[in-house]
């Protein structure tokens, strides 16, 4: 399974656009990105997932290169709301294994006061 | 109304004893699993069940024993607790759409905090 790289944290002003970027210089062919954010004291909540170019949905926005090597996670409008921490995983559902979910140290969003 | 639940949701014990974990999820889900969280955050699978069929095991000590009665729950039972044992578990289930491809969304539960004292 690919390794990912993320910043350990981040901090952000109410109001702005917050873009974390994730490495996966070893992501495989079949590979697909995945988004997940974890609240203080919650499981993980899923938030988007991408094979390539942007996916947008009511929560975020995933941009991912042509070559796939990195992807970037935008939240458009950051809120006190939105401290987490959020994961990126990199895999794809096998047969043999079905879902089998690799998550890293993730990147630490918080408000910059 | 809870999606994915788990019980209880503290669980202090001494070292030792024997505690379980109860997991049940009302979405319908025929897959469930197991992981576990540790005090530097990392979260890691354990174990995942396909319709009640243990597919992933992810050379977990033979001390944890998921069982899973019905494909709504899976349990985890935990024998002879050690300090190194404590950590927050996450239950959590997703819907197989296809064989192959994209991973599945995973819905997890509130978690359980155990300390082994």
């Known amino acids: 399974l690919a ?11 109410e109001g702005q656009e917050v ?20 609240f ?3 499981g993980p909540r899923f938030i988007i997932q991408g094979y390539k170019t942007k996916v947008t949905n009511e929560v975020a926005s995933l941009f991912i290169p042509a070559d796939r090597k990195s992807s970037t996670l935008s939240l458009p409008r950051f809120s006190l709301s939105d401290t987490a ?9 096998k047969r043999e294994y079905g ?5 890293g140290a993730g990147t630490i969003l918080r408000v910059k006061s | 109304d809870t999606a994915v639940s ?3 949701k503290y669980l202090v014990t001494q070292m030792g004893n024997d505690k379980s974990i109860k997991c049940e999820q009302n979405l319908g889900h025929d897959t469930m699993y197991w992981y576990k969280q540790d005090s530097k955050k990392f979260l890691k699978i354990m174990f995942s069940y396909n319709n009640k069929e243990l597919i992933i095991n992810e050379t977990v000590p033979n001390r944890f024993s998921p069982k899973s009665p ?11 607790l050690e300090l190194g044992d404590s950590a927050v578990y996450f239950c959590a289930s997703s819907q197989e759409v ?17 300390t082994v004292l």
């Not at chain 1, 390794?3 to 901090?11: A, G, H, L, V, Y």
Request: glycine residues 6%.
């Open chain 1, 99 to 103: 879902n089998k979910l690799v998550f």
């Open chain 1, 40 to 42: 203080p004291s919650q």
């Open chain 2, 70 to 80: 019905d494909k709504a729950h899976l349990n985890l039972h935990i024998n002879s």
């Open chain 2, 98 to 114: 296809r064989l192959a491809g994209s991973p599945d969304t995973q819905y997890f539960g509130p978690g359980t905090r155990l």
């Open chain 2, 6 to 8: 788990q019980t209880p």
């Open chain 1, 3 to 13: 390794k990912t790289t993320q910043p350990i944290s981040m901090d952000s002003y």
């Open chain 1, 19 to 38: 873009n974390i970027t994730c490495s996966h210089n070893n992501i495989a062919t079949n590979d697909y990105i995945t988004w997940y954010q974890q």
């Open chain 1, 85 to 93: 921490v959020y994961y990126c995983l990199v895999g794809e559902r």
